[in-house]
């Protein structure tokens, strides 16, 4: 098999020399390309990026596992990456997490285009966010070289927001002519509009969230909220994710799921009212750069969503019938939004 050629247009380091940028299909339309991600191939990024290149690309050849384990799955990535020649192929697509794998293998991919999807800043999601290691640590240290390294050897790098963009090039050093937004998108085999739920008089307005429950969601405001209205009969919750004993309130119009398939969770979103999107946490910097994943699954099942006030939500959603926005951090604010969408539903 001969190597792909970029006849016609600019290799990415060319046109990142003569100042050209280039859109991101650019790089893929025709090309030969191989799919890296250390995530389970299933997951919506990853998912979104393979159909992705397959739409645009002659070939792709996906090095991935479904595997749970992350140590054996990230071992057998590794092994594939060092047996595969690279010099079949023009680009090299980076999925989640490229730090697990371009500071260590870029040797294997000198001949190639790299394109990375630096979806998560790792020195931004473990010490500022999750709070794993101090800032100042030598872990922290490790983390940002690493973060900086990778961001360093991509020819393109791609972001879920502009606002996160920002942050890539202020906060981490990255070039900002190599930085292009590809906003998420849900899995719309599985989340699509459902004819709209019939409401008999009287029955309360259903309110939905789901979520991993991770510190940046605000799940911890969304349940002082709760709390706030637990008096309210005619507005009922429902919680889907693994929520800990020490947010949960024996309040009797809230009802709780430990978790659901992708498949479940959409037939409950669809019976829902109203959908909390977030990031509703007001002291984690990272959610106020980032769009919720949850709010691209409730806009393809069209459902109406509340959403923290921030650029990042900013520049995709307009506020309007179907989308509110609500000061981060404060679980006030928040019930008394949840409290004038629920009156107009009910209208």
């Given at each position: 098999?001969k190597r792909g050629n970029y006849s016609g247009q600019l290799t990415a380091k060319?046109?990142?020399?003569?100042?050209?940028?280039?859109?991101?299909?650019?790089?893929?339309?025709?090309?030969?390309?191989?799919?890296?991600?250390?995530?389970?191939?299933?997951?919506?990024?990853?998912?979104?990026?393979?159909?992705?290149?397959?739409?645009?690309?002659?070939?792709?050849?996906?090095?991935?596992?479904?595997?749970?384990?992350?140590?054996?799955?990230?071992?057998?990535?590794?092994?594939?990456?060092?047996?595969?020649?690279?010099?079949?192929?023009?680009?090299?697509?980076?999925?989640?997490?490229?730090?697990?794998?371009?500071?260590?293998?870029?040797?294997?991919?000198?001949?190639?285009?790299?394109?990375?999807?630096?979806?998560?800043?790792?020195?931004?999601?473990?010490?500022?966010?999750?709070?794993?290691?101090?800032?100042?640590?030598?872990?922290?240290?490790?983390?940002?070289?690493?973060?900086?390294?990778?961001?360093?050897?991509?020819?393109?790098v791609i972001c879920d927001t502009k606002a996160h963009g920002r942050y890539f090039?202020?906060?981490?050093?990255?070039?900002?002519?190599?930085?292009?937004?590809?906003?998420?998108?849900?899995?719309?085999?599985?989340?699509?509009?459902?004819?709209?739920?019939?409401?008999?008089?009287?029955?309360?307005?259903?309110?939905?969230?789901?979520?991993?429950?991770?510190?940046?969601?605000?799940?911890?405001?969304?349940?002082?909220?709760?709390?706030?209205?637990?008096?309210?009969?005619?507005?009922?919750?429902?919680?889907?994710?693994?929520?800990?004993?020490?947010?949960?309130?024996?309040?009797?119009?809230?009802?709780?799921?430990?978790?659901?398939?992708?498949?479940?969770?959409?037939?409950?979103?669809?019976?829902?009212?109203?959908?909390l999107a977030g990031h509703f946490a007001g002291d984690i910097e990272k959610a106020?750069?980032?769009?919720?994943?949850?709010?691209?699954?409730?806009?393809?099942?069209?459902?109406?969503?509340?959403?923290?006030?921030?650029?990042?939500?900013?520049?995709?959603?307009?506020?309007?019938?179907?989308?509110?926005?609500?000061?981060?951090?404060?679980?006030?604010?928040?019930?008394?939004?949840?409290?004038?969408?629920?009156?107009?539903?009910?209208?």
């Open positions: 098999m060319a046109a990142f020399r003569s100042g050209k940028k280039l859109e991101l299909e650019q790089y893929i339309k025709g090309k030969r390309t191989v799919f890296i991600t250390t995530k389970n191939t299933d997951y919506i990024r990853n998912d979104q990026e393979i159909k992705l290149l397959r739409a645009s690309a002659a070939e792709v050849k996906v090095i991935g596992s479904l595997n749970k384990s992350y140590f054996w799955r990230i071992l057998k990535i590794y092994a594939e990456i060092l047996v595969t020649n690279f010099r079949k192929y023009d680009t090299v697509f980076i999925g989640f997490a490229p730090q697990a794998v371009l500071p260590f293998l870029r040797f294997k991919f000198r001949k190639n285009v790299i394109i990375e999807d630096f979806f998560i800043s790792f020195f931004d999601t473990l010490c500022c966010d999750r709070k794993k290691f101090k800032e100042d640590s030598l872990a922290g240290k490790l983390l940002m070289a690493l973060d900086r390294r990778t961001l360093q050897l991509g020819d393109v090039t202020e906060g981490l050093g990255c070039d900002p002519e190599k930085l292009r937004v590809l906003y998420l998108n849900a899995d719309d085999s599985i989340y699509y509009p459902r004819p709209e739920r019939k409401r008999n008089p009287g029955d309360p307005v259903q309110v939905l969230y789901f979520g991993s429950i991770l510190p940046l969601q605000g799940v911890g405001v969304i349940m002082q909220a709760a709390a706030l209205l637990k008096d309210r009969k005619d507005i009922h919750f429902e919680i889907i994710g693994p929520l800990p004993e020490k947010y949960r309130t024996d309040a009797d119009n809230v009802t709780y799921h430990s978790w659901l398939t992708q498949n479940e969770l959409a037939e409950h979103i669809a019976a829902s009212d109203l959908c106020k750069r980032t769009i919720p994943g949850k709010a691209y699954i409730y806009e393809a099942m069209g459902k109406p969503m509340i959403l923290g006030e921030n650029a990042a939500n900013r520049e995709r959603y307009t506020e309007g019938k179907d989308i509110r926005f609500v000061k981060m951090g404060d679980p006030a604010a928040l019930a008394e939004a949840i409290v004038k969408a629920c009156d107009e539903i009910r209208i």
